[in-house]
């Protein structure tokens, strides 16, 4: 693997060579990496100069199983050659709030931040209990979310609304979920269909 770039808490795997007035960041644990991942990160680039695949070291609502932590950064890589923009770090935190804090740390342009997830996850952030009233319209001070439509449409709280923009696809994703490609592989049924060319050999060691 090529030399990483470390960066005060965060390590660059990959980086684009764009400065950024918008930066579109996309965490997850991408257990595997999946063609939906791959198309939210494909249409954010319509609305940020560049997107960073990030995976946190810990993650505040899951463990690490399935790949290791070195197997989904060098998926990753494959799938983040399909565009120059496309970036690949991990973080110490997992928070949002934490995540933005440190690349703040490393873009010297402050870029607007603008975070991808689909819908599932924005109401997995939204009801979040941060420890305090009032959390989440502050934390949206510091970043906004573009989200994708996953088994349903998102309506945000009319608090935060004017900072959650939806992220429209050209393909209806449905069903196509890291989850769904480790079930099958367990079950032995078809599963190439739902991840990248580039990674499907790797996911075939890695979770056969």
Not at 51 to 74: L, Y
Not at 193 to 198: E, Y
Request: hydrophobic share 45%.
């Amino acid at each position: 693997m090529a030399s990483s770039i470390n960066l005060a808490m965060m390590t660059f795997f990959v980086r684009a060579g764009v400065h950024p007035r918008r930066l579109g960041v996309f965490p997850g644990s991408y257990n595997p990496p999946t063609r939906a991942h791959l198309a939210l990160a494909k249409a954010a680039l319509l609305e940020t100069d560049e997107v960073v695949f990030v995976i946190p070291r810990t993650f505040p609502h899951k463990s690490f199983e399935g790949a290791s932590f070195e197997q989904r950064i060098s998926m990753l890589r494959r799938v983040a050659a399909a565009n120059p923009r496309f970036s690949v770090a991990s973080t110490e935190g997992g928070l949002f709030l934490e995540i933005a804090c440190e690349l703040r740390a490393e873009y010297d342009s402050c870029p607007a931040l603008r975070f991808l997830c689909g819908r599932d996850a924005a109401e997995r952030i939204v009801s979040w209990d941060y420890g305090q009233a009032g959390a989440v319209p502050h934390m949206l001070d510091q970043f906004e979310l573009l989200v994708a439509a996953r088994e349903g449409a998102y309506n945000p709280p009319p608090e935060i609304a004017g900072r959650v923009h939806v992220l429209p696809l050209e393909e209806d994703y449905r069903g196509v979920s890291a989850t769904e490609v480790r079930a099958r592989i367990k079950q032995g049924l078809a599963w190439e269909h739902l991840v990248p060319d580039a990674i499907a050999a790797e996911v075939r060691e890695f979770y056969s």
